[in-house]
């Protein structure tokens, strides 16, 4: 199973950027899809962004697309989120999350959080207006 640290939360401004960095342990990372999911107060978790083992593949949801970006760096074992143009409505917890093995082209149809058995404890986001 893959443990993973998430960082880079903070408190930032409506406009201003941030990169979260999930750092990963264990030899799996490679073969393993990675996603990131946030929860606000009251609200359920959801899907924000995820990425094949290779990279070859990403998926955002509608609320981020063209604002944020996923990458990763298997020589690393460490999957980033670089988010752009923050809102207010981007306040949450952003959680890191694996799923293996690694989904490839199949990954469109895997980016429910029951499909990622691996979770990091989060990181927080508050975007003040």
């Known amino acids: 199973q893959v443990q993973l640290v998430e960082s880079g939360g903070g408190l930032v401004q409506a406009g201003d950027s941030l990169r979260l960095s999930c750092a990963a342990s264990g030899r799996t990372f490679s073969t393993s899809s990675m996603g990131w999911f946030r929860q606000a107060p009251g609200k359920e978790r959801e899907f924000v962004a995820a990425?094949?083992?290779?990279?070859?593949?990403?998926y955002y949801s509608d609320s981020v697309k063209g604002r944020f970006t996923i990458s990763r760096d298997n020589a690393k074992n460490t999957v980033y989120l670089r988010m752009n143009s923050l809102k207010p409505e981007d306040t949450a917890v952003y959680y890191c999350?694996?799923?293996?093995?690694?989904?490839?082209?199949?990954?469109?149809?895997?980016?429910?959080?029951?499909?990622?058995?691996?979770w990091g404890q989060g990181t927080q986001v508050n975007v003040s207006s």
């Open positions: 990425i094949s083992g290779n990279g070859a593949y990403t």
């Open positions: 999350a694996a799923q293996t093995p690694d989904g490839g082209s199949a990954l469109r149809y895997r980016l429910g959080p029951t499909n990622f058995r691996s």
